[in-house]
């Protein structure tokens, strides 16, 4: 293999979308055979690539970390099996927000509506997917970091079960909910790259659907409607699904959980960088950032306490064999520049409601590119038990193959 070093002020080829990193580009040849020979992929600007700077959606970061002497070995695995890395995309500043919007580097556009925001913090990776100029692309999720554009960009987007995919070589975050996740355009594709991975493990049959309620009562009517031939297309791969409220104290409740554990493990993996450099930061993410370092031990003691009783719900409902069905996200893609009160705070709030689940409990979730509201896509989940990846993409295969598969037990 050869790579391409790293070129200050280098604009990637074909990038209209201004997905792509220009201050730390790094390109790497694949493996001339392979599952993924001959295609390509982006990477998130937060995992490490021999040769480069990892600049973490900020230029400061940029400016005080060196070459790396190592590629992340999830990068590696997807090189190995044949894809080429054709460059880093852009993250949000320090991958803390969900809008996409960087202070710094721009607003990749998002190819469903140029008017609307990606998504974020992966938002280069998932604009360089929609826009077709890469064939699947390498993201992280936190809070929702893969999941939300994915729903807002049309694709398909992947949270893995907490750990299954090495986080070696990318940067923590908030370390007990991170993980590697991935997007595709195309079903097919985008199960050969979970294959590649999760080590290609068989599927056990997905037999019995749960809906999730108190989840879908965070849409509105018009999203509601537009989600329910996309359950019932689910439905009709596995059979009726049973309605079930997954928080008898209200998703807000775990939403204020995740949150609050989430700014802890934040602050202690970044603080001490942040206390030392003293970054300039954009509207919304300044004020989580500050909020990160206010954060109260006894609060935090206090979330992790729901979060074990979180956990212990969530093992209940769904064992092997059984899978949640709920909404990605509340609505369709907001529009660029919207005020950071709405943008960051009301709206942000709303959609952990929705993404907490999976990240408490450390499941796999899937976005699944099958509805539309007003003309803006909008994803559905499937989110099982740990460890039930496999399944899971069985499961959006057999779904969204056209036509739909009766058989949800193969991919």
């Given amino acids: 293999m ?10 990637p080829p074909n990038d209209p979308l201004g997905a792509f990193c220009r201050d730390n580009h790094i390109a790497v040849a694949g493996a001339a055979t392979g599952p993924l020979a001959g295609l390509s992929f982006a990477v998130k600007d937060v995992f490490h690539v021999e040769g480069g700077v990892t600049g973490y959606g900020h230029p400061d970061w940029l400016r005080t970390h060196g070459v790396e002497p190592e590629t992340a070995p999830v990068v590696r695995r997807l090189l190995d099996a044949g ?4 460059g880093k995309t852009v993250s949000d500043e320090l991958a803390y927000s969900l809008s996409g919007e ?32 890469v064939d699947f692309a390498l993201g ?40 590697a996740g991935w997007f595709a355009r195309d079903v097919d594709l985008f199960a050969r790259v ?7 493990p068989p599927a056990r049959p997905i037999v019995r659907l749960l809906l999730a309620v108190d989840a879908l009562a965070e849409l509105d009517p018009k999203a509601a409607g537009a989600l329910a031939p996309a359950i019932a297309r689910v439905e009709a791969a ?29 602050w202690g993996s970044l603080g001490g960088w942040i206390e030392a450099v003293r970054p300039v930061f954009g509207p919304g993410v300044r004020e989580r950032f500050a909020a990160a370092a206010a954060t109260d031990p006894a609060r935090v003691a206090d979330a992790r306490e729901r979060r074990r009783a979180v956990v212990e719900r969530l093992a209940g409902l769904l064992p092997l064999g059984t899978a949640l069905v709920l909404p990605t996200v509340p609505r369709g893609a907001p529009r660029r520049g919207s005020a950071a009160e709405d943008l960051e705070v009301a709206y942000r709030h709303k959609a952990m409601n929705l993404l907490c689940v999976a990240g408490l409990g450390g499941l796999p979730q899937i976005s699944l590119p099958m509805a539309e509201v007003d003309g803006l896509p909008i994803g559905l989940s499937l989110v099982g038990a740990r460890g039930t990846d496999a ?17 949800p037990g193969t991919a």
């Fill in 238 to 266: 596995v059979g009726p699904v049973a309605r079930v409220t997954l928080a008898d104290e209200g998703l807000a409740v775990w939403s204020e959980a995740f949150r609050t554990i989430q700014a802890a493990e934040i």
């Fill in 391 to 407: 399944d899971l993409i069985a499961l959006a295969a057999a779904v969204c193959a056209d036509p739909p598969r009766t058989d």
């Fill in 194 to 200: 979970g294959g590649v991975l999760l080590g290609d």
């Fill in 2 to 11: 050869s790579a391409a070093g790293p070129t200050a002020g280098w604009t």
């Fill in 83 to 86: 894809a080429t890395l054709v």
């Fill in 102 to 133: 960087n202070h710094h580097y721009g607003t990749p556009v998002n190819p469903r509506d140029p008017s609307r925001i990606p998504g974020g913090s992966s938002s280069g990776s998932a604009s360089a997917v929609a826009g077709g100029l």
């Fill in 140 to 179: 992280s999720d936190c809070g929702g970091s893969v999941r939300v554009p994915a729903s807002y960009c049309g694709l398909y987007g992947m949270r893995p079960t907490h750990g299954r995919v090495s986080l070696e070589g990318a940067i923590p975050f908030a370390p007990s909910f991170d993980c």
